[in-house]
């Protein structure tokens, strides 16, 4: 069975750093690529960008570029996001979801990850 | 790149069919069959219902199908349903090598 199980909730406060995490099982973590959505309170989803675990090619959205680091550790099967200074905008669910390559749809998503940036 | 545009509610009665419109322009949705639907019952992460356009993912029923006109989208939900109660996103593929959502649209079942 194919799961995506992310880490727990967060909460931060303003100019604190975080990585969230992303560990994939039930099929070959380096044949597809991992992406992260940010979904912020009552709102839509957003596309952040997108890692192949097999040798770390990524793509960021231009809205997220820079704002964050999409990294993936394909030895435990694992992606990350993290944030080197959070900021109370971040605060949001974070979902992490399987594609089979950049273009194609999302056909499987963790669990969410919510992360709350709050003084 | 901006989010595709999506009507931020529609309704419909049980039994009635009901479209969600999803827009983009000449660098996403009208360059690309790429076009995903995705349903979120509120509290819940999304789940693929229409892929590359029109085809639907095993055990979606065929009562929702999807289309492309140009730079437009459109997901069709006939014989609504109380369960189809739900927030929808549409995706597209971009000519920037990412991916990018509609602003989704919630469905509710009068």
């Known amino acids: 069975e194919v799961q995506l199980v992310q880490s727990g909730a967060e909460v931060k406060k303003p100019g604190e750093s975080l990585k969230i995490s992303c560990k994939g099982s039930?099929?070959?973590?380096?044949?597809?690529?991992i992406g992260w959505v940010r979904q912020m309170p009552g709102k839509g989803l957003e596309w952040m960008g997108i890692?192949?675990?097999?040798?770390?090619?990524?793509r960021y959205s231009p809205s997220f570029q820079g704002q964050v680091t999409i990294s993936a550790d394909k030895s435990i099967s694992t992606a990350y996001l993290q944030w080197s200074s959070l900021k109370a905008s971040d605060t949001a669910m974070y979902y992490c979801?399987?594609?089979?390559?950049?273009?194609?749809?999302?056909?499987?998503w963790g669990q969410g990850t919510l992360v709350t940036v709050s003084s | 790149q901006s989010a595709l545009t999506q009507p931020p509610s529609v309704s419909g009665s049980p039994g009635q069919s009901v479209t969600i419109s999803c827009t983009g322009t000449?660098?996403?949705?009208?360059?690309?069959?790429?076009v995903s639907w995705y349903q979120q019952p509120p509290g819940t992460a999304p789940k693929l219902i229409i892929y590359?356009?029109?085809n639907r993912p095993s055990g979606v029923p065929d009562r929702f199908s999807g289309s492309k006109s140009g730079n437009t989208a459109s997901l069709t939900i006939s014989g609504l349903q109380a369960e189809d109660e739900a927030d929808y996103y549409c995706?597209?593929?971009?000519?920037?090598?990412?991916?990018?959502f509609g602003g989704g649209t919630k469905l509710t079942v009068i």
């Open positions: 979801a399987r594609s089979s390559t950049a273009m194609d749809p999302i056909d499987y």
């Open positions: 039930g099929y070959s973590f380096t044949s597809y690529w």
């Open positions: 890692i192949y675990p097999d040798d770390s090619d990524i």
């Open positions: 000449s660098s996403d949705v009208g360059s690309y069959k790429r």
């Open positions: 590359e356009v029109s």
């Open positions: 995706s597209s593929y971009t000519s920037s090598s990412t991916v990018v």
